[in-house]
C-alpha cells in the first residue's frame, strides 16, 4: 500500500481568489526547494548550473522589470504630451509633434517661441485666424471636446475590458503586499488597459497625475515576468518580493526619482521588506530610470520633470513662512481625505455607483469648462508645477515674471529683489482661482473610473499656495527692507527671497499631508528637482505637515482607501493597546456550535466531504480523536478537496466508505473493507498555536510579523478553538466601534 500523495498534485498548496497567503508555509516550502537544489549541486555540472541559474533568476528578474516598466512610462509620457497639447492645436510639419518639439526646428525669436508658424490653434486652422471673439469660443469648444473624448475613451476601456485598471492602485497593491490575493489585478488586461487609459485621463484634462498608477503598471510588469521564473510563480511569498521592488521601480520612473522609489516602497507600501529584497530594489529602480534617461521623453537629457537650479541660500527666518506652509499642507491633506472618503463611501453606497461612464462625463465637462479661460488650469498640471517652481531669470516671458526691471542695480545673472509689475498681480489672481478649482475638483476626481494618481495634483495645490506665500513675502521684503526681522541679511537691491523654493516646500507639505510619507517624500522632492541644498526646508515642512494631519486623523488616503473598500490589512504602524484575551476573540464563542475538527484515523471520505459541502471555512484542525481533542495538525480545506477527487480517479479501491489516515503508520486492513487514502502529506504538522489566556495584543503582534492565516487556540494541550486573520481585524474594528462586518473576504 503505497502513499499516494509522494508525488505533489498540481494545485495542491495554492490559494483561492480572495484568500490571505500563509507566509510561514510559503517560506518554508522556499527553504526546502533552496536546501534541494543546493545538496543537488554537488553531484553533477548540471545539477551546479542549474543552482547558479536558479540564485541568478532574482537579478534577471529584475533587469527585465527596470526594462519593461522604463519603456512603458517612456510611452506613457510621450503620448500624454502629444495629446495633452492637441486640445489646443496641431503641428502641421507632422502632427506626430507635440508643441514643443514642433517649435523646435522654427527660426522665430525667443520672445516669439511659443507662437512658431507651424503649430497651429484650431481656430487658426478653421477660420484661418486665431484673434477675436469667435476664435476664442472655438478654441474653448474645441478644447472641450476633445477633453470629453479621452475621458469617455477610457472609461468605456476601463468598464469594457478591465475594471480593476481604474483608480491609483496604491491601496490595493500595499494590500496584495500584505498577503491577499486579488486574481487578475496585476494581470495582462490590466497592464494593456491601464497603460492606455492613463494616457488618456492625463491627456484628458482632469485633475489627477499618472504617478499613483505607474506603479500599479510597474507592479504588473513585475507579477507577469514572474511566470517566467518557477521559483516566482510557484511561491506567493517570494512573488511579493518581486513586487516591492516593481514598485520601487514604478516610482522611479514616474518621478525619476530612484533612490526615493526604494525608500517609497520600503515606507508606504511594503509589509515585508528583508534586506535581499532592498538590493534588488536598489537594482530595478537603477534599471528603470536608466531605461526612461535612454528614452529621453521630455527631450531635455533629464529625467526629472521640475528641473530647478535655485543658488541662494535661504535664511533661518524663512523656516517660519515653510512651516506655515507645512501647517497649511497637513490642514488640506486632513481636509481631502475627510473629503474624498465621505464621497467614496456615497458612491459606494448610493445610486452614483452605478454610472460610472455618466460620472466621468460630468466632471471632465466641469473641469473643461473651468480649467480653460484660467491659463494656469489650461496648461498640464506638470508644466504648471514646472512653472511655479521656476526661478525668474531675466528671458523668463511668463506672467510670473513680469517685474518692474531696473537694469542699474543687475549684477551678472542673479536679480535682485524687484517690485511686482501688473503681470505678477494678474498671475497671482489667476492662481488663487485654480487653488480654489484644484482643492474641490480634487476630492470629485480621485476614485471616478479612470487610473487616477494623487501625487502631482496634492503637488499642485502646495505649489500654488507655496509660489502665493513666496511672492508677498518677496514683496513685503522688498518695500520693508529696513525693518527688523529683514534687516541683517536682506539689503536693498539684494536677491534674498526665492519664490520657487517656496512653491517647492508647498508640493512637499500638501504631498505629506496626503500620503503622510516623511523620509521618502524629501529624497523624491530633492531627486525630483536637484534642489539639494533645501533638504531642511522640505524636511520642516514635510514634517510639520505629518504632525498636523495626524493630529486631525490618523491615517493617510491609502490607508483610508483600503479601510473604505473593507480590504484586510493589518496596519503594522497601530499600536493595539485593549487588554483582550485569546479566549475572547477565538471561535466558537460560548453559544456556538462545537469547532469542526477531523479525526486522524477514524473519518471516512464520505464524512469529510459532508464536512466540506456543509462549511465554508479554509481549513480544518486535525485532532487524535473527538473524545480527547488533542491536536495533531491542520489540513487546507483546497488541499482536501483536490486529493480526495484525484484519488477517486487515480487510486483503486477508494469509495465513499474508506477511512482517511493523517498518521504516519496505518493498522492492517481486514480483507473485505475498502482500501484506506492515507494523506498525510497535506497535512500541515506545525500550525500555530497559542493558549487561551496569551493577551490579544500578543495576537496581533504574531499575525502581523509572521503574516498568519490563523491561529489555534489550545488549552491544557487541548484544542478549544481557531482564530483567523479575520477574526483579528473584526475584533480591532470592533473595539474602533466601526462596523466589524465591513471586512470583505473569505
Avoid at 518639439?101 to 486665431?130: A, M, N, V, Y
Avoid at 473624448?149 to 485598471?165: D, E, H, I, R
Avoid at 513662512?321 to 491633506?333: A, K, R, V
Avoid at 495584543?697 to 486573520?725: A, M, S
Wanted: with cysteine; glycine share 8%.
Amino acid at each position: 500500500m503505497m502513499d499516494f500523495l509522494e508525488e505533489p498534485l498540481p494545485g495542491v498548496g495554492t490559494y483561492e481568489d480572495f484568500n490571505t497567503i500563509d507566509w510561514v508555509r510559503e517560506k518554508s516550502r522556499d527553504r526546502d526547494r533552496h536546501r534541494e537544489i543546493t545538496s543537488r549541486s554537488k553531484e553533477s555540472t548540471w545539477a551546479l548550473l542549474h543552482s547558479v541559474s536558479d540564485a541568478f533568476s532574482g537579478w534577471l528578474l529584475m533587469l527585465l522589470i527596470g526594462l519593461l516598466a522604463g519603456s512603458l512610462a517612456g510611452l506613457i509620457d510621450i503620448s500624454a504630451h502629444w495629446m495633452t497639447d492637441l486640445k489646443e492645436g496641431v503641428c502641421l510639419a507632422g502632427f506626430w509633434f507635440n508643441h514643443e518639439h514642433c517649435c523646435w526646428k522654427s527660426h522665430t525669436t525667443f520672445t516669439d517661441r511659443d507662437q512658431c508658424p507651424e503649430w497651429r490653434s484650431w481656430s487658426q486652422l478653421i477660420l484661418g485666424h486665431g484673434e477675436g471673439a469667435f476664435a476664442y469660443i472655438l478654441n474653448y469648444f474645441m478644447y472641450v471636446i476633445w477633453a470629453l473624448l479621452f475621458s469617455l475613451l477610457a472609461v468605456l476601456l476601463v468598464k469594457g475590458f478591465a475594471p480593476y485598471a481604474c483608480g491609483s492602485g496604491i491601496p490595493e497593491i500595499k494590500t496584495i503586499l500584505s498577503g491577499f490575493i486579488i486574481r487578475g489585478y496585476l494581470g495582462k488586461w490590466t497592464l494593456i488597459i491601464k497603460t492606455i487609459t492613463l494616457v488618456l485621463a492625463v491627456s484628458s484634462g482632469l485633475s489627477l497625475g499618472k504617478e499613483g498608477p505607474l506603479v500599479h503598471v510597474a507592479c504588473c510588469c513585475g507579477n507577469i515576468l514572474c511566470h517566467l521564473f518557477t521559483k516566482y510563480r510557484k511561491n506567493e511569498a517570494k512573488r511579493r518580493e518581486v513586487l516591492s521592488a516593481a514598485a520601487a521601480a514604478g516610482v522611479s520612473v514616474a518621478f525619476g526619482a530612484p533612490i526615493g522609489g526604494v525608500l517609497f516602497s520600503l515606507e508606504e507600501v511594503s509589509y515585508y521588506f528583508p534586506l535581499k529584497t532592498l538590493w534588488r530594489s536598489f537594482f530595478a529602480a537603477l534599471v528603470a530610470a536608466f531605461t526612461l534617461r535612454s528614452i529621453n521623453p521630455f527631450g531635455n537629457s533629464r529625467l526629472v520633470l521640475f528641473y530647478v537650479e535655485f543658488h541662494m541660500p535661504w535664511h533661518l527666518l524663512e523656516l517660519v513662512p515653510f512651516i506655515l506652509l507645512g501647517i497649511f499642507g497637513g490642514l488640506w491633506g486632513a481636509f481631502f481625505i475627510r473629503s474624498n472618503i465621505a464621497w467614496c463611501r456615497r458612491r459606494k453606497t448610493t445610486k452614483l455607483g452605478k454610472y460610472p461612464v455618466l460620472e466621468v462625463f460630468v466632471v471632465t465637462a466641469i473641469t473643461a469648462v473651468l480649467a480653460f479661460p484660467n491659463e494656469y488650469t489650461r496648461m498640464s498640471t506638470s508644466e504648471l508645477i514646472s512653472e511655479l517652481f521656476n526661478d525668474c531669470g531675466i528671458l523668463d516671458s511668463s506672467k510670473l515674471c513680469e517685474y518692474v526691471n531696473d537694469f542699474n542695480s543687475t549684477k551678472g545673472d542673479d536679480l535682485p529683489d524687484r517690485a511686482a509689475g501688473p503681470g505678477v498681480y494678474t498671475a497671482m489672481w489667476q492662481l488663487a482661482l485654480a487653488l480654489i478649482m484644484k482643492v474641490f475638483i480634487t476630492i470629485f476626481t480621485f476614485g471616478i473610473k479612470v487610473p487616477s494618481g494623487l501625487f502631482i495634483p496634492s503637488m499642485a495645490v502646495g505649489a500654488i499656495a507655496g509660489r502665493l506665500l513666496g511672492v508677498a513675502v518677496e514683496q513685503l521684503a522688498y518695500y520693508h527692507h529696513d525693518w527688523a526681522i529683514f534687516s541683517g541679511w536682506c539689503s536693498q537691491g539684494a536677491d534674498c527671497i526665492t519664490p520657487g523654493l517656496y512653491a517647492m516646500v508647498g508640493a512637499a507639505a500638501c504631498l505629506g499631508g496626503v500620503t503622510r510619507m516623511t523620509v521618502s517624500l524629501v529624497v523624491i522632492m530633492f531627486e525630483l528637482t536637484g534642489g539639494l541644498e533645501y533638504i531642511v526646508p522640505l524636511m520642516a515642512a514635510a514634517m510639520t505637515s505629518k504632525w498636523v494631519a495626524d493630529a486631525i486623523g490618523r491615517e493617510g488616503i491609502y490607508d483610508a482607501h483600503i479601510r473604505l473598500n473593507g480590504y484586510p490589512f493589518l496596519e503594522a504602524k497601530e499600536e493595539f493597546s485593549h487588554k483582550t484575551l485569546a479566549m475572547d476573540v477565538m471561535r466558537p464563542r460560548r453559544n456556538d456550535p462545537p469547532l469542526t475538527v477531523i479525526t486522524q484515523d477514524s473519518m471516512t471520505v464520505e464524512d469529510v466531504e459532508t464536512i466540506i459541502n456543509e462549511t465554508t471555512y479554509s481549513g480544518y484542525p486535525v485532532v487524535v480523536s473527538r473524545e480527547s481533542q488533542r491536536l495533531v495538525g491542520f489540513v487546507l480545506r483546497r488541499d482536501l478537496i483536490i486529493s480526495i477527487e484525484n484519488a477517486r480517479k487515480k487510486q483503486d479501491g477508494i469509495v465513499s466508505t474508506s477511512v482517511i489516515y493523517f498518521t504516519d503508520h496505518s493498522p492492517p486492513l481486514p480483507p473485505s473493507s475498502p482500501s484506506m487514502l492515507k494523506l498525510r502529506s497535506i497535512l500541515d504538522l506545525s500550525p500555530f498555536t497559542v493558549t487561551d489566556q496569551t493577551p490579544m495584543e500578543i495576537v496581533v503582534d504574531i499575525f502581523r510579523k509572521l503574516g498568519l492565516r490563523q491561529c489555534l487556540v489550545t488549552h491544557n494541550g487541548k484544542l478549544l478553538g481557531i482564530i483567523t486573520k479575520k477574526d483579528v481585524l473584526k475584533h480591532i474594528a470592533q473595539l474602533a466601534n466601526q462596523d466589524p462586518d465591513s471586512i470583505l473576504f473569505n
